[in-house]
């Protein structure tokens, strides 16, 4: 079966700083695999995904993340970490033949001023 | 024009009582999902309904119960509430795997808080 593990649950970085979140997955078959940004007190909202097509995937509100299959990760980066970033972050992975989305245990990021 | 919509938004309830969670969907997919968050943010899926049939089921109290009226909507019934029933629960959407053309990524509701008393 398909997982995901997000390593540190919790990332502080400074205004204007890299982000970076990493995920690594773990699958037997083809992964989808997802970035999702889930805000105080909303529901999760889709940044990026990877759908086999390119290995750099540029996402909504200038995050990418790079699929690397040698080392399975699909981290997610940015290069300069805005105020309105502040939230919790999760990697998903889907296998291209079933609807079983599995999500890792998310990252929160913190912006300081 | 909500995607996809839950009611209600917060439900503060004794333990003991039954209650519903209604989901709606206006994207036209065929697959529906329900997941628990708890407190520390960790995501479970709960149900997956793919055209009005269940295809997951992951181990869940048999308390719960989701209902399926149509491909638009996904209902979840608890009865007999616990405390450790408190989370946040979320309804999502997605088109089933094997669409031509989509990646199946799952569109999620905005979250009904539950809380038990």
């Known amino acids: 079966a398909q997982s995901v593990t997000q390593l540190g649950s919790h990332v502080s970085v400074s205004e204007g700083a890299l982000v970076l979140l990493r995920c690594n997955y773990s699958?037997?078959?083809?992964?989808?695999l997802f970035w999702y940004v889930q805000y105080p007190n909303q529901g999760l909202q889709l940044l990026l995904k990877?759908?086999?097509?390119?290995?750099l995937v540029k996402g909504i509100n200038g995050f990418e993340a790079e699929f690397k299959k040698s080392e399975t990760s699909f981290h997610l980066t940015k290069p300069s970490a805005h105020m309105s970033d502040a939230a919790e972050y999760f990697c998903?992975?889907?296998?291209?033949?079933?609807?079983?989305?599995?999500f890792g245990a998310g990252t929160r990021l913190t912006v300081k001023p | 024009d909500t995607a996809v919509s839950q009611t209600p938004k917060y439900l503060v309830t004794q333990m003991g009582n039954d209650k519903s969670i209604k989901c709606e969907q206006n994207?036209?997919?065929?697959?529906m999902y329900w997941y628990k968050q708890d407190s520390k943010k960790f995501l479970k899926i709960m149900f997956s309904?793919?055209?009005?049939?269940?295809?997951i089921n992951e181990t869940v109290p048999n308390r719960f119960s989701p209902k399926s009226p149509d491909k638009a909507h996904l209902n979840l019934h608890i009865n007999s509430l616990e405390l450790g029933d408190s989370a946040v629960y979320f309804c999502?959407?997605?088109?089933?795997?094997?669409?031509?053309?989509?990646?199946?990524?799952?569109?999620f509701g905005p979250g009904t808080r539950l809380t038990v008393l």
């Open positions: 994207l036209g997919h065929d697959t």
């Open positions: 309904y793919n055209n009005k049939e269940l295809i």
């Open positions: 999502a959407s997605s088109q089933s795997a094997g669409t031509r053309n989509t990646y199946n990524e799952q569109f």
């Open positions: 998903a992975v889907r296998n291209y033949n079933n609807n079983d989305m599995r």
């Open positions: 699958s037997s078959v083809p992964p989808y």
């Open positions: 990877y759908t086999s097509a390119a290995t």
